[in-house]
């Protein structure tokens, strides 16, 4: 395989955003840039995202009047970086708005729809509100906090306690766990109709990386890992996760389903794959997934066509 194509970064993961993290200690300088022409605004409402009014296939990219026009005057927002001399902004409007889904769309939607810088915007901000509506107290007193240093941190508002909240980002592995030229499928039962992705689960507290891989795929399938490499990480913020990618070798093929966290396990081959895609009984996970990614790597390396391409010709959604 084209060495280009396999080094291409996960979606959500563009390196073109300057984050910034100097200019967040300097409230005046992100009050300026908030106000200014070259500010943008990314609304997100219980984790949707505000869409364009004349498109609402694409997400809005808001300049301050038009947040006036649109929501009214609403904060607190949070800065997300610098791209190409535009500011960008999380507009937090959980608290500001009643619960309603129209003019916001998810992220899965969204995400095909634009490049992958982007997307890594919409995933950036998503995350941001996601963590600013569960602080919105203090773990340790109780009492209100409020936003500081750009929106990067919560702040105690309670003299006597002072304690400084930090975004939360919680580590899980995924992994695609292979035994001769099968790999490993798990299927949940609240997914859609024949989805099947990777194991995946989340780290636990004193637990390394691989640790994990070798526990969730015991617990998981009765899989033992034999052997495991680092593949590639995304963000994934539903609501705040990291995904350490995995690809891994298994001991034994018999499967287990010790924990019932799946409803359903099976190895499958390439080949069998295909088959079961003709007659619609394995779709992958979507696309904008590291899961997806993990699979398609194993698959075209050693297979005639791509997964890709196997996708559109079984007029499986996976862009």
Not at 25 to 50: K, N, Q, S, W, Y
Not at 93 to 113: I, M, N, Q, V
Not at 152 to 167: D, K, M, N, S
Not at 241 to 268: F, K, R, T, V
């Amino acid at each position: 395989m084209d060495h280009l194509q396999r080094s291409r970064l996960n979606l959500l993961t563009s390196h073109m955003l300057d984050r910034g993290a100097l200019l967040r200690l300097d409230p005046t300088v992100i009050a300026e840039r908030a106000t200014g022409e070259r500010a943008r605004f990314i609304g997100i409402h219980h984790l949707r995202i505000a869409v364009d009014e004349a498109n609402p296939q694409r997400p809005a990219w808001l300049t301050p009047q038009e947040v006036k026009d649109r929501f009214g005057k609403c904060e607190p927002s949070v800065y997300l970086g610098e791209e190409d001399n535009t500011s960008y902004f999380a507009l937090l409007l959980d608290h500001d708005l009643p619960k309603t889904t129209e003019g916001f769309a998810g992220l899965r939607t969204l995400a095909r729809e634009v490049s992958n810088a982007q997307a890594t915007l919409l995933s950036y901000a998503q995350a941001m509100a996601a963590w600013h509506h569960r602080y919105r107290f203090c773990s340790s007193c109780g009492s209100a906090t409020h936003i500081d240093q750009g929106g990067h941190i919560r702040l105690c508002g309670e003299a006597r306690c002072g304690e400084t909240h930090y975004p939360r980002t919680d580590p899980a592995i995924i992994v695609l766990v292979q035994r001769e030229d099968r790999a490993l499928f798990g299927r949940k039962p609240e997914w859609p109709s024949n989805r099947y992705s990777t194991i995946a689960g989340f780290v636990e507290p004193g637990e390394s990386a691989e640790q994990a891989v070798v526990r969730e795929v015991a617990e998981e399938t009765g899989i033992d890992v034999t052997a495991a490499r680092y593949h590639s990480s995304q963000p994934w913020p539903f609501p705040g996760s990291l995904m350490l990618g995995y690809h891994a070798e298994a001991g034994n093929d018999q499967i287990s389903l010790n924990d019932h966290e799946l409803e359903d396990a099976l190895w499958l081959s390439r080949e069998e794959i295909a088959v079961r895609m003709d007659q619609g009984l394995f779709v992958p996970p979507p696309s904008i997934s590291i899961s997806f990614r993990l699979i398609e790597d194993w698959f075209d390396q050693d297979a005639s066509f791509t997964l890709r391409a196997l996708c559109q010709k079984s007029d499986v959604e996976a862009f």
